[in-house]
Nanobody, 126 residues
Framework: QVQLVESGGGLVQPGGSLRLSCAASGSTSNFYAYVWFRQAPGKERVGVAA????????YYADSVKGRFTISRDNSKNTVYLQMNNLKPEDTAVYYC???????????????????WGQGTQVTVSS
């Protein structure tokens, strides 16, 4: 059984920072990537950033490039999303996802990931 548990969300002012964590447990050794998604009220779930386990490469949505950084601590089996210079439009529930395979060219497509965390709320507001 695979479990993903997100943490680190909260309320932050515009321009502030947050670091989200996604702790993975269970049979995770064969997963190719970990991906952060977000979903704002009334909107679709969209990919934010992806981390390729095989080569350590990172992929980002245009809207967060230069502000967000995804990383992974192998010893803790945890993936992080460092979010800097946060904007009100970053407000959403953030989810961590992974699965048995992925299409690198379409890492942002949510339907290819079998396992999801419960989500953590990020609110950017003054």
């Amino acid at each position: 059984q695979v479990q993903l548990v997100e943490s680190g969300g909260g309320l932050v002012q515009p321009g502030g920072s947050l670091r989200l964590s996604c702790a993975a447990s269970g049979s995770t050794s064969n997963f190719y990537a970990y991906v952060w998604f977000r979903q704002a009220p009334g909107k679709e779930r969209v990919g934010v950033a992806a981390f390729s386990v095989s080569d350590g490469n990172a992929y980002y949505a245009d809207s967060v490039k230069g502000r967000f950084t995804i990383s992974r601590d192998n010893s803790k089996n945890t993936v992080y999303l460092q979010m800097n210079n946060l904007k009100p439009e970053d407000t959403a529930v953030y989810y961590c996802a992974t699965g048995w395979g992925w299409m690198k060219s379409s890492w942002y497509a949510p339907n290819q990931y079998e396992f999801w965390g419960q989500g953590t709320q990020v609110t950017v507001s003054s």
